[in-house]
């Protein structure tokens, strides 16, 4: 697999909210680095599994979620991937009741180490 397939396809993997999709797409030593935002002011910092904790919790949260990717950069076994985000929510959550469609832009630089995802780092914009 190439980095443009393989990322594409894990992207897909999380987009399918199943439990394991994206176990086989993550390094072992697999690290995320989310940058703060509206939905997140401190940002956060996630191993493997705090990250798999993280989808626990989304997959409580929202119904369904989508990624539409709109551009992706390929630079070696480094994608920077710019996408748009939606995720309909499964109950309310804080003033927003369920049903409602949360949206946020998104960037990701992604980077591989022996053909899986090792290093993420995200920034996301919510609207």
């Not at 086989?24 to 989310?34: G, I, S, V, Y």
Request: proline share 6%; hydrophobic share 40%; net charge neutral.
């Amino acid at each position: 697999m190439t980095t443009r397939e393989l990322v594409a396809a894990y992207i897909q993997a999380i987009e399918s909210m199943q439990p394991d999709a994206a176990e086989p797409f993550l390094h072992p030593d697999m690290q995320n680095l989310e940058h703060p935002s509206k939905l997140n002011p401190a940002g956060k910092h996630y191993d493997r599994a705090a990250l798999r904790a993280a989808a626990d919790r989304g997959r409580a949260l929202l119904s369904s979620q989508r990624y539409d990717i709109r551009h992706m950069i390929v630079e070696g076994d480094r994608a920077a991937v710019q996408m748009r985000w939606s995720g309909t929510l499964k109950v309310a959550a804080g003033p927003l009741p369920a049903g409602h469609v949360m949206r946020a832009e998104i960037c990701s630089i992604i980077e591989l180490r022996d053909g899986k995802v090792w290093r993420q780092e995200q920034y996301d914009c919510f609207l």
